[in-house]
């Protein structure tokens, strides 16, 4: 996987993070997108210190002038892309009715339209190219809705749709789609919702074992495809 590049939306922190060094520790070279240029900058100097290029591009996922932009000039910079990994995502809990509409549609227009958005983009190039990979970053809310989480689950249900869609349609131009729905990991995100504990490293997922399963479907023959997994922890 030495010198191939790679985007990685909300690559600042948690997630996208943990993957951004596991690629550089792979010799990929890597763009990450966030919205905090401070936090983008800062990842950028540790990323550097694997001896790859590293690059940032802030943008709201949300805004799709702002990501046709942002995306054309990380592949200005990098010159061709390989791989995208759709980590960008936000999430909020409360009742039906209690949740503000507009929080709701935030939501999904972050989490399902800024997907759909960043993918829109990237993908003429890897159809151009006929190969490349595509990781969408899923829930196991997408897979089953709970008190609470309607908007999330709606969110990461259609995400889910739309990436095995993708995959069946892009098959045929070498290029793997592949959908991850993660349980529980201790990011800053779920950290601050109050479902996880940094403390409880022992007990939950952390950030690098999902970089990890990551790199390993990456690594499979490309005419083998990991279509979809689950991580869980193996604490109940």
């Known amino acids: 996987m030495k010198n191939k590049k790679a985007i990685i939306t909300g690559g600042s922190r948690g997630l996208g993070k ?44 949300g805004n799709y002038k702002e990501v046709q932009t942002g995306i054309k000039n990380i592949i200005d910079t990098f010159g061709s892309i390989d791989i ?84 069946k349609e892009v098959r045929k131009n070498n290029i793997r789609v592949c959908t991850l729905t993660p349980s529980t990991i201790a990011t800053d995100m779920s950290v601050d919702l109050g479902i996880a504990s940094k403390e409880s490293e022992d007990s939950v997922l952390q950030p690098e074992d999902f970089a990890e399963l990551i790199v390993a479907g990456l690594k499979l023959p490309r005419r083998a495809m990991l279509k979809g997994a689950s991580l869980w922890s193996t604490n109940p």
């Not at 010799?27 to 940032?56: H, P, S, W």
């Not at 490349?132 to 889910?160: E, H, R």
Request: hydrophobic share 45%.
């Open 84 to 167: 995208l990994v759709n980590n960008a995502g936000i999430a909020a809990f409360g009742s039906f009715n209690d949740m503000e509409v507009d929080q709701w549609s935030t939501i999904i227009q972050t989490n399902l339209m800024g997907m759909y958005y960043v993918t829109k983009e990237v993908l003429p190039y890897l159809i151009n190219q006929n190969e490349g990979d595509i990781i969408n970053v899923s829930s196991t809310a997408g897979l089953n809705g709970n008190a609470n989480t309607s908007a999330y689950s709606a969110s990461k249900f259609a995400v889910i749709g739309m990436s095995e869609s993708l995959m």
């Open 18 to 61: 943990a993957t951004a060094i596991a690629f550089a520790k792979e010799g990929i070279d890597v763009a990450i997108t966030g919205r905090n240029e401070q936090d983008l900058k800062a990842t950028v100097l540790e990323l550097e210190n694997f001896g790859i290029q590293a690059t940032y591009s802030a943008f709201d996922v």
